[in-house]
């Protein structure tokens, strides 16, 4: 079986625009626009994790 490579940040990020702009166009079937919608639903909790993740590390670094 094929190992699923991880997205980087920026990665996720563009592929969250790019889902923007096809949800926004209106061109999408009510059925592709929900699968988008989901889809960038879970980038963007995966990109607020990250950046909580490098905020704490900030933090933690700045303290020592």
Known sequence: ME??????????L?????IVRKVEGGTLSIDESM??????????KELNETLDE???T????QND
């Open 35 to 44: 699968k988008l919608y989901e889809e960038g639903k879970k980038l963007i």
């Open 3 to 12: 190992e699923k490579k991880e997205m980087s940040f920026e990665d996720k």
């Open 54 to 56: 490098a905020t704490e």
């Open 14 to 18: 563009a592929r969250l625009q790019e």
């Open 58 to 61: 900030v933090a933690e670094v």
